[in-house]
Each structure stands twice: as C-alpha cells, then as structure tokens.
C-alpha cells in the first residue's frame, strides 16, 4: 500500500513537475523524494501541510492517507493485522465518543 506516494506522485506529474523541484521545495533530496513517492520511505508529518498547500488538496485527507500507509507498513506481515486493526477501531469510536 502506498497511497500517500503515489498522490504525491500523480499530483507532481499532473503539474509537470520534476523530482527535483519538489524535493528543493520540501528541502529534502530527490533520492528521498524518489523513494517516498515509491513507497520504501514515509514522508515527514511536516512536509504533509506542504504538500497539501502545494497541490491544493485537503489536508486531512493528505494525512489521513499518510497516516494509513503507516499503520498499514506497521501491521502487513502480521497474521492478526485485521484483528487488531478493529480492536484499534472500536477504541478510536470509544475515545470519539468520549470527546464529544
């Protein structure tokens, strides 16, 4: 799973920018760039407000993909990942509801 990167990928080639140009935007170097795009490195959290100003598109959605692509790395290999993911679930309702 690698949605994050392969928006930032799709959005890049949609504005025909170069690897380079972004990666100098974000301060960071083209191989990381590369590599984040591809999936085999995460984003930095701060870069996720840039990025999103930078192609207009919404932040939360922006983070909750980045976020998604994390938690998916963390449990992939894992024979209770779907298990645990809605155990997970149900304590993010509970603490919702526990805010409101």
């Known amino acids: 799973m690698n949605k994050f990167g392969d928006l930032i990928r799709s959005k890049r080639e949609e ?3 170069l690897l380079r ?7 960071i170097d083209t191989a990381m760039l590369s590599k984040i795009e591809r999936g085999e490195k ?3 959290r701060e870069h996720i407000v840039h990025l999103a100003k930078l192609f ?3 932040y ?3 983070f909750s993909l980045w976020l998604a692509d994390q938690v998916f790395q963390l449990v ?4 209770q990942a779907l298990q645990a ?3 997970a679930e149900k304590e993010m309702k509970l603490l919702t509801m526990k805010k409101d």
């Open 15 to 17: 504005q025909e920018m």
């Open 56 to 58: 207009k598109l919404d």
């Open 42 to 44: 995460t984003a930095k």
């Open 21 to 27: 140009h972004l990666s100098a935007e974000l301060d």
């Open 85 to 87: 993911l809605k155990i």
């Open 60 to 62: 939360n959605e922006l």
């Open 76 to 79: 992939e290999n894992e024979e």
